[in-house]
């Protein structure tokens, strides 16, 4: 089965400091890979989505998130936050089954 | 374009209670799948159908039921309710549940409470 880790469960940043939040997976078959947030009373939104390529992909809001298939991680980043980007974000692989497995997600603090 | 829609917003039940949530998915798309987010547990799959039949199923009891019809609108049921069934529980559409179409898009979630 496969199942999503983010090691991160809150993470409190100063505005224009750089975020990385971790993603990791275990599937050993080809995988989709999506970042999701969920702002304060919204609902859940696409951040960035890999299917196959270019293992970069870049998403809305100056995010960005790198596959990088030997270590089974989809990490997120954006170089420096806002404090509008103060919300929930969730990491989720689509394998086996056609569904789509979430991570724990990482509540994001950004203090203005 | 509309997005997914989701009645009731908010519902209140007691223990032992049914409950019935309803999805209309984004028009155009015919897969629609549910989600149970809670605090403890995340996000958890419930299921997923497709042109009126369930092609996934995650691991939940058989209390919770769902079902679509012709026009891809989606719903679920809960039977004898019980605390812990107490959650946001989200839908989201898809246009076909295929390679080039993987992308969902959630609805804002019904929150259930269970007293």
């Known amino acids: 089965a496969q199942s999503v880790s983010q090691h991160n469960h809150h993470v409190i940043l100063s505005e224009a400091a750089s975020l990385e939040l971790g993603c990791n997976y275990s599937?050993?078959?080809?995988?989709?890979l999506f970042w999701y947030v969920q702002y304060p009373g919204q609902h859940l939104q696409l951040l960035l989505k890999?299917?196959?390529?270019?293992?970069l992909v870049k998403g809305i809001k100056g995010f960005e998130a790198e596959f990088i298939k030997s270590k089974f991680s989809f990490n997120l980043r954006k170089p420096s936050v806002q404090w509008s980007d103060t919300a929930e974000y969730f990491c989720?692989?689509?394998?086996?089954?056609?569904?789509?497995?979430f991570g724990g997600g990482t509540r994001l603090m950004v203090k203005p | 374009k509309a997005g997914v829609t989701q009645t009731p917003r908010y519902l209140i039940k007691t223990r032992g209670q049914q409950v019935t949530l309803s999805c209309s998915p984004i028009?155009?798309?015919?897969?629609v799948s549910w989600y149970q987010q809670t605090p403890g547990q995340g996000l958890q799959f419930l299921f997923e159908?497709?042109?009126?039949?369930?092609?996934n199923k995650g691991n939940f009891p058989g209390r919770f039921s769902g079902r679509q019809f012709s026009n891809s609108r989606s719903e679920m049921n809960v039977s004898t309710l019980e605390l812990g069934d107490s959650a946001l529980y989200l839908c989201?559409?898809?246009?076909?549940?295929?390679?080039?179409?993987?992308?969902?898009?959630f609805g804002p979630g019904t929150r259930l409470l269970v007293l």
């Open positions: 989201a559409s898809r246009m076909l549940p295929s390679v080039a179409q993987e992308t969902q898009y």
């Open positions: 599937y050993g078959g080809t995988v989709n």
């Open positions: 890999y299917f196959s390529g270019d293992p």
């Open positions: 989720a692989v689509k394998g086996a089954g056609n569904m789509l497995t």
């Open positions: 028009s155009g798309h015919r897969s």
């Open positions: 159908y497709f042109s009126e039949t369930q092609r």
